[in-house]
C-alpha cells in the first residue's frame, strides 16, 4: 500500500467519515482556512490513481467514495511504523511510549 500525503491523509479521513461525497462536500468538512475547491478536486484525483478511492458519474458529478477501508489502511501504517522505527519489535514500542 503505498504511504498518503498529510493532504491525502486528511481527504480521505473525511471520506472515511462521509462514506462518499463531492468535491464540494469534502471542502465543506475542513476547518478554516479552507482549501480551494480545485486542491482537493486535485488530491481526489490523485487518490483514485492511487487506486484509495474511486467514484461513480451522477450526471456531470463525481461521487467519490473510499476502496481502502480506515481499519486497513491503519493496520498498515501501524505495521509500518513498528517495521521501520523498532525492528518489528512490538515491546520496543511498547517502551518507548511508555518513556
Known amino acids: 500500500m503505498k504511504q498518503l500525503t498529510k493532504a491525502e491523509e486528511q481527504v480521505m479521513h473525511i471520506l472515511w467519515d462521509l462514506k462518499e461525497g463531492v468535491v464540494k462536500e469534502v471542502v465543506e468538512q475542513f476547518e478554516e482556512p479552507r482549501p480551494a475547491y480545485t486542491t482537493v478536486a486535485t488530491v481526489l484525483r ?54
Request: proline content about 4%.
Open 46 to 99: 490523485v487518490l483514485e490513481k492511487k487506486g484509495f478511492i474511486d467514484h461513480k458519474t451522477i450526471g456531470n458529478v463525481h461521487l467519490y467514495f473510499p476502496l481502502v477501508a480506515k481499519s486497513e489502511y491503519t493496520r498498515v501504517q501501524f505495521s509500518t511504523l513498528l517495521k521501520d522505527y523498532f525492528s518489528g519489535a512490538f515491546p520496543k514500542m511498547a517502551t518507548f511510549f511508555a518513556r
